[in-house]
T-cell receptor, first 113, second 114 residues
């Protein structure tokens, strides 16, 4: 089955700096890669996703890149703000044969003033 | 409804007891998923329903866990003979397609087995 690894486990940046979180996946058939933000005690919320037919997607301060050959994808947050502090999870899915998301272990992002 | 609703939000039970966790998906979503999230970990897949049937139950850890969705809407996750290791947040999600359209999580049920 699919295996998703995520790094780093914790990340501290100063407000205004950029943050990058990286994930690798094992199943070359995976073709959908969402990112979730989870604040303490709350539900995971989808912030951005990318499909395997594109290499990059951007939504305001958030961008995701995908390298299918290397089987890794990354989340980039620019101009970080204190409200970006949360745990971020990457996930992978093969939409052709499965419906279960396989999640990474999460990255706790702390944006300091 | 406006979102995925899960009840109860918190459940404390004694070891060996039976518990039921309820999920009310977004209206019209045919796909429903249960995940389990332990502290400091990502959600782990348990079971997926398409309509009334369990299309994939490969994530259920053992036969103490069972889930139903009799009318293709509300789902109940049932845990028999609970163990302390079952303590976790149980998340439900629903989508209108196979995991790529509007995949939305509920707030979860925090289960504590004492």
């Amino acid at each position: 089955g699919e295996n998703v690894e995520q790094h780093p486990s914790t990340l501290s940046v100063q407000e205004g700096d950029s943050a990058v979180i990286k994930c690798t996946y094992s199943d070359s058939a995976s073709n959908y890669f969402p990112w979730y933000k989870q604040e303490l005690g709350k539900r995971p919320q989808l912030i951005i996703d990318i499909r395997s037919n594109v290499g990059e997607k951007k939504d305001q301060r958030i961008a995701v890149t995908l390298n299918k050959t290397a089987k890794h994808f990354s989340l980039h947050i620019t101009e970080t703000q204190p409200e970006d502090s949360a745990v971020y999870f990457c996930a992978a899915l093969n939409t052709g044969t499965a419906s279960k998301l396989t999640f990474g272990t999460g990255t706790r992002l702390q944006v300091t003033l | 409804g406006a979102g995925v609703s899960q009840t109860p939000s918190n459940k404390v039970t004694e070891k060996g007891k039976y518990v039921e966790l309820r999920c009310d998906p977004i209206s019209g979503h045919t796909a429903l998923y249960w995940y389990r999230q332990s502290l400091g970990q990502g959600p782990e897949f348990l079971i997926y329903f398409q309509g009334t049937g369990a299309a994939d139950d490969s994530g259920l850890p053992n036969d103490r866990f069972f889930a139903v969705r009799p009318e293709g809407s509300v789902s109940t996750l049932k845990i028999q003979r609970t163990e302390r290791g079952d303590s976790a947040v149980y998340l439900c999600a629903s989508s209108s397609n196979r995991g790529t359209e509007g995949y939305t999580f509920g707030s979860g049920t925090r289960l504590t087995v004492v």
